[in-house]
């Protein structure tokens, strides 16, 4: 076991490495912070101290070097665009994306796998078909144009709710829908697969031919079988629940992470950019790592597949 | 604390909500696309048409500016001034102005705020300015030596040089007048800058970068009580749904309106859009280091062949104007009424460019997505205006604005507008195209005779000689050796409820003082 992590968390760091590194590159070489951030009408002389400022005019293997040893000493940088720390803008963010994304997290298990089960147990039924063209649908309209659609009816036609902002809970309420509806529809459909899939196997019609009550199969048998593929895709959305929410939030105005790197990658604010991709890169191998371990959980012969490794 | 004071503090706050229920003046919301750039109110780090948007509110100059009339000079902070010579004005300052601190303004605030650390440095740790802050106030007063209080009221601006642009220097909002008290307590630059305290009609309650900026009415403001209680503006960085927000009811004011969603707003009967070309101009730069563009010949073509009237009436519905040349009317004796603009000729575009030698060989334009008004459309009509006459000149859109100004051999027309900062060529010209202006620094065009020029407009105080000086930097700069193409005056477009009596400035400040901000009807 301590093997297996130790691996897991060495190629986790080099994930990490890598995604720096990149981030880097294309960031640093599309773009020169200082006449983006200080605008086009900038005088040269403050282009040139703004750059001078913050070491922007040194050779780009520097930077790089400078800035990779200010990682591994803990120190992730300050915004060139507000001059703070990039760590305390990003976490004063963080709460404002968690508003939406857990909420909506929560829409997409509730909604999403129950309609996904539903559909496969009545497979080919009116009801199978209503799901899956409703999964559909959200699977395939674009967050953006869902979220406009919501704004149009509910706030500007109906104005039962707001259209952007986020003063009170009711700004969040279109938000989290958009951003539900979408994910649920995803479960929905991986559900409905792994559900159709496991309950076509031999170890089914075994119990079902053994007299199990139906109902004792599907969450007996059926359920736990069909889970991992669906706590794939669940472990991949908690691991964007940190800047899952790009879109939504630059169409609702909401100040969360995800617009925060918009701006930070507009600006080619590096120390920012650096410190979410950072913060992702973190959950989203935290995530799988806990898929990885929950495998074992839902499946015995993972884990014996395992042990017998070790 | 003294038992009397206690007792007056007590009072003071137990009166204070029965006196904010009593305030029944309306708040007004506005959704803007962006707050600021460098989220700060600091001026000189905010010198774009973000930061000028709001600026007035809360800060002024000396000299004023009148936005909503002839963008002419008129009293701010200062009641009067005079020249003392070439090198000196001196200012009335008016009296019993009180600053958002409470703080009657002094002359030790306008000395510290046009001269002191907040501009030149010099300020203790932490509370130092950006290099690049700086340096914007080193080019807006280039030539500055020192501030003098003559006596309380009366102050002096001390140039090292002469310059009969000053007082159009010191009516920028880089030199808005700031408590001097504010900066040296703030516990940071950064605190300072996000909470500036200043002496205009609304005061700055709370600043949330890229969230939303409020302000809040400041009643003993020495222009009259404000008319709004509460401003607050919105960041909504998508135009659909700043739309949609004022649509919806949930701001008063939407900026930032591209021309085809104009017709969105108008079918709705509550609300109207107003809009004015603005103290900046659009241009074209053409870079004369690309090999093709290094002939004078096609570039005089490329201005040859654009319909601009046509651009105006079908992008801009009519709503915006060409001016004459890089010059507007508010420069004075120094506008040149009579200047021509190089005309629509498509025969004497394809005449040039026989005479060029030109082969068809590409000319690369480098455009931004819609950062400037009508940008792409134009771009895209252009573009096609130029294949009419046989012009290959081909659009290469970009992300951002290192990538349009990176040197090199794929750099040859890019687009780009000139702010007129004070009523003076010197203010847009000089400052744009001269020597030390972006277009020099960035090696895309340079010319000896134009240099030449342009040290004589900055330095000589006769005014007869400084027209005819503008005059021929104006024949070699647009016809001769072209630097670049004038296009329009740019313009605003603000949706707002059509009950609210407001008037847009003919710049990018928003006025919101009683002059000009009214309810109902």
């Known amino acids: 076991m301590l093997r297996f992590l130790t691996g897991r968390l060495l190629r986790a760091a080099l994930t990490i490495a890598m995604v720096v590194t990149f981030a880097f590159i294309v960031l640093r070489l599309s773009g020169d912070p200082a006449q983006i951030i200080m605008g086009a009408d900038a005088p040269p002389e403050a282009v ?263 | 604390m003294q038992r009397r004071d206690f007792m007056t503090a007590a009072g003071l706050g137990l009166a204070a909500p029965a006196l904010a229920q009593s305030d029944t003046r309306p708040s007004l919301t506005i959704a803007v696309q962006k707050i600021s750039n460098s989220n700060t109110l600091e001026t000189p780090r905010e010198q774009s048409n973000v930061g000028f948007r709001v600026s007035s509110l809360y800060a002024e100059s000396l000299i004023g500016t009148d936005w909503l009339g002839n963008l002419g000079q008129v009293p701010g902070l200062a009641t009067a001034w005079r020249r003392i010579d070439e090198r000196v004005v001196e200012f009335d300052l008016r009296a019993g102005v009180q600053m958002h601190d409470g703080r009657i303004m002094s002359a030790e605030d306008v000395a510290f705020s046009l001269g002191g650390a907040r501009l030149f440095g010099g300020a203790s740790a932490g509370r130092e300015p950006p290099a690049d802050a700086l340096a914007v106030a080193r080019r807006t007063f280039p030539g500055f030596e020192r501030m003098e209080v003559v006596r309380q009221g009366v102050v002096r601006f001390v140039n090292r040089v002469p310059d009969v642009t000053l007082e159009g220097r010191i009516a920028q909002n880089v030199g808005v007048v700031l408590s001097r008290q504010g900066f040296e307590t703030a516990e940071n630059w950064q605190a300072w800058a996000r909470r500036p305290i200043g002496t205009g009609p609304y005061r700055v309650a709370e600043f949330r970068p890229d969230v939303a900026l409020t302000f809040e009415a400041h009643d003993s403001y020495w222009g009259g009580r404000p008319p709004a209680r509460r401003i607050r503006f919105n960041e909504v960085p998508e135009v659909a749904s700043r739309i949609n927000a004022l649509l919806s009811g949930e701001t008063d004011f939407a900026t930032d309106i591209p021309p085809d969603q104009l017709p969105i707003i108008e079918r709705n009967a509550r609300f109207e859009v107003v809009g004015s070309a603005v103290n900046n101009i659009r241009v074209l730069v053409f870079d004369k280091g690309h090999p093709v563009l290094r002939n004078p010949l096609v570039r005089r073509a490329l201005t040859h062949a654009i319909d601009h009237r046509m651009i105006i009436e079908s992008l801009w519905s009519g709503r915006t104007e060409i001016t004459r040349g890089l010059q507007l009317g508010f420069f004075g004796d120094m506008y040149l009424a009579d200047w021509e603009n190089p005309r629509f000729d498509p025969a004497e575009a394809r005449r040039l460019l026989r005479e060029a030698g030109y082969r068809g060989e590409a000319i690369p334009y480098r ?155």
């Open chain 1, 48 to 310: 040139e101290a703004f750059r001078a400022a913050w070491g922007l005019d040194a050779p780009l293997w520097q930077q790089y070097l400078r800035y990779f040893g200010a990682i591994l000493h803990g120190d992730l940088g300050r915004s060139m665009r507000d001059g703070r720390d990039a760590i305390t803008l990003v976490a004063e963010r963080i709460p404002a994306t968690l508003a939406l994304t857990i909420p909506a997290l929560v829409i997409k298990l509730s909604i999403g796998i129950p309609a996904g089960i539903l559909a496969a147990l009545h497979r080919n039924s009116l009801l199978d078909r209503l799901v899956m063209a409703l999964a559909v649908a959200g699977f395939t309209v674009p967050s953006f144009v869902l979220g406009l659609l919501l704004v149009l009816v509910f706030a500007v036609q109906l104005g039962w709710l707001p259209s952007g902002g986020q003063e009170s809970w009711r700004h969040a309420i279109l938000p989290i829908i958009t951003m539900g509806v979408g994910g649920a529809a995803v479960l929905a459909r991986f559900t409905r697969s792994a559900m159709l899939e496991v309950l076509g196997q031999s170890y089914i019609r075994t119990a079902s031919a053994k007299g199990v009550p139906w109902r004792d199969v599907v969450w007996g048998h059926a359920l736990p079988n069909a889970a991992i593929p669906t706590v794939t895709i669940v472990g991949f959305m908690v691991g964007s629940l940190i800047a899952g929410a790009v879109v939504v939030e630059s169409v609702f105005s909401w100040p969360g992470v995800g617009r925060l790197l918009v701006v930070a990658v507009g600006n080619r604010d590096l120390a920012v950019v650096q410190c979410i991709l950072l913060l992702v890169a973190g959950t989203m191998v935290a995530s799988n790592l806990v898929v990885d371990l929950l495998y074992g959980v839902l499946d015995p012969r993972l884990r014996a597949g395992k042990m017998g490794a070790q």
């Open chain 2, 367 to 521: 455009c931004l997505n819609n950062y400037y008004v009508n940008q792409t459309p134009t771009a895209q009509v252009m573009v096609e205006m130029w294949r009419s006459v046989g012009l290959n000149v081909q659009l290469q859109m970009m992300e951002n604005w290192s990538q349009v100004v990176e040197p090199g051999a794929m750099r040859g027309i890019r687009d780009w507008s000139v702010t007129h900062v004070f009523s003076d060529p010197v203010g847009s010209m000089l400052r744009a195209m001269g020597p030390l202006g972006e277009l020099q620094r960035g090696q895309e065009w340079t010319n000896a005779e134009f240099n030449q020029l342009c040290t004589a407009l900055e330095s000589s105080t006769d005014r007869a000689r400084r027209r005819v000086v503008f005059r021929r930097m104006l024949e070699i700069i647009e016809r001769e050796d072209p630097g670049y193409m004038v296009l329009n005056q740019a313009a605003t477009f603000i949706a707002k409820r059509r009950d609210i009596r407001w008037r847009p400035a003919r710049g990018w400040p928003m006025d919101f003082s009683a002059a000009n901000l009214g309810f109902g009807g």
